[in-house]
C-alpha cells in the first residue's frame, strides 16, 4: 500500500452496506406523536434512545475540543475495538497487529472475527520496538494496528516518536486505547487528529470516569471512519439510563477530577509502601491508575492474597513473576498492604 486511502482497507461488503436507519432519524426528536417504532405508550423508560446520542456528542465536542461527527459513542470502548475488525478486516483473509504484552481484547476480538493477530513482544523496557515491526508494516493484508498507551499492564505510555513513526508509515488504520489516558501524565494523541487520516483514539468511562458498569467508550476520528462506524453499529448501542449516567458525569467535571486526584494520591502513597515489602522484587512506573510488580513468586502470592479475599491481576504468564494491582479506595490499599506485611 503506497498511500493511505480508506476505500482500500474497508471491507467490500461493508464499503457497499446502507446501514440501519430509523424513522425517527429525520424528525430529531420533534414530532408529537411516535407511532413509528412498537413501542409501549406508558412508562419512563418506553422510547426507543437516542440512537446517535447527540447530548452526549455535543458535550464530549466542547471538552475535547472535536468536532461532533468526528465522534462515536460505543457500548464499552470493547465495542469500539470489536467494530474496528468487523469494518476494516475480511475474516480468514486479513490481519491486525499488536504489541506483548497488552490488552486481552484485541486477541479475543480478533479471534472472534477470524483475523490473525501478530503480537509483537515489546522490548525490555516495554517500548516499542520499532526495527521489528518495520517489515510488517508493508503487508497489505494487515489492516489494523493496536497500540495501548499507556500499556495495560505495563503501566508505561509509548515513546511518542515511535507513535508518530507508525502513523506516518503505516497505510492501514492506528487505534491508540487511551483507555488510562486521564491518569496519564503525558499527552493525549487526540491533538493529532486533524494530522493523520488514519487515526481512531478510543477512550472510555470505566476508568478515570468511574462508569465501569454503564458500559460507555469512546472512539475520536475522522468523519469518515465516523460513518462507518454509525453503519456496522447495533441501533441503540447505548442505553437511555446509560446515556444519562454519562451526562451526570460530564456536568461534574470539578468531582471527576477529585477522583482521579485521590486516586493518583492513593497510587503515589501505594509505590511509596510497596518497597517496605520484602517479596516485592521491582516496581514498574505506572501512567495509569493500576501498578505492575514483580515479586519472588507470583502464583503463590496470588494464591494467599485469593485466600484472605483479596483479588488482583496474576500476570505471570505475561511478565515473570509480576503481578498487576488496581489502585483502590485508602481502605482497600491498605487491606493490601497489610496482606502483603504478613506473607513477606
Ligand atoms: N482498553 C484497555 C487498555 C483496557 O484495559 C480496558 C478495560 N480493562 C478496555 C479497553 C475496555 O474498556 P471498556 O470498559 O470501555 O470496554
Known sequence: MKEFNLNNIIRPNIQKLKGYSSARDEFKGEAEVYLDANENPFGTLNRYPDPQQIAIKKRLSEIKGVNENQIFIGNGSDEVIDLAFRIFCEPGKDKALTFSPSYGMYSVSAAINDVKLVELP???????????LNPYLKDE????????????PTGNC???????????????IV????????????????????????????????KAWGLAGVRVGVAYTNSDIIDLYNKVKPPYNI???????????LDNLAQFEIEKNIILNEKEKLEKQLQEIELVKKIYPSEA???????????????????????????????????????????ENKKLMTALKELS
Open 289 to 331: 491508575n493500576f501498578i505492575l510488580i514483580e515479586v519472588t513468586n507470583a502464583n503463590k502470592l496470588y494464591n494467599s492474597l485469593v485466600a484472605q479475599k483479596i483479588i488482583i491481576r496474576n500476570r505471570n504468564s505475561l511478565v515473570n513473576n509480576c503481578i498487576r494491582i488496581t489502585v483502590g479506595s485508602e481502605k
Open 122 to 132: 515489546l522490548t525490555s523496557d516495554f517500548q516499542i520496538n520499532v526495527e521489528e
Open 158 to 172: 509509548f515513546e511518542g516518536e515511535a507513535i508518530q513513526y507508525i502513523l506516518k508509515e503505516f497505510k492501514g
Open 141 to 152: 493484508a494487515l489492516k489494523l494496528i493496536f497500540i495501548c498507551s499507556p500499556n495495560n
Open 239 to 249: 442505553s437511555t439510563l446509560n446515556q444519562e449516567a454519562v451526562l451526570n458525569k
Open 175 to 206: 487505534i491508540i486505547d487511551e483507555a488510562y489516558i486521564d491518569f496519564s501524565t503525558k499527552e493525549s494523541f487526540i491533538n493529532q487528529l486533524k494530522n493523520y487520516q488514519n487515526l481512531i483514539i478510543s477512550q472510555t468511562f470505566s
